[in-house]
């Protein structure tokens, strides 16, 4: 898996791109927003959900959903949670739990290994 991150609009954005230029690519910007850590996940499922972070330490960061671009939570499914753990300089795992009818229905783990740029 390849995820490919930038920081645009006068460094206000990090944008992160899983599976660039495949037909599976999906993008995450990740923003203040009013002083707190947002993203908002255009995903593969075609819908786009937002996150705040609702908990933060040392060695991992904690998004749950939040009001989203026309989700229902009760019943579409959507990526609802991610936690990036900070495993060392390079390297993060990131959790993601996906939602369907207000419930957890699935979670993938994706560990990411800082390589040098192609």
């Not at 992160?16 to 599976?24: K, L, V």
């Not at 795992?93 to 290994?113: H, I």
Request: proline share 5%.
């Amino acid at each position: 898996m390849r995820v490919m991150y930038r920081v645009t609009t006068a460094g206000s954005a990090i944008v992160e791109t899983h599976f660039p230029g495949s037909p599976q690519e999906m993008v995450s910007v990740y923003h203040d927003e009013g002083g707190q850590p947002n993203m908002t996940h255009y995903c593969a499922l075609k819908n786009r959900p937002n996150l705040v972070m609702d908990s933060s330490n040392t060695d991992s960061i904690h998004f749950d959903f939040t009001a989203s671009n026309g989700i229902d939570p009760a019943k579409d499914a959507h990526m609802h949670a991610l936690t990036v753990r900070f495993i060392d300089k390079d390297t993060i795992e990131q959790e993601w739990v996906m939602y369907r009818d207000g419930k957890p229905v699935d979670s993938m783990t994706f560990r990411l290994q800082r390589v040098e740029q192609l």
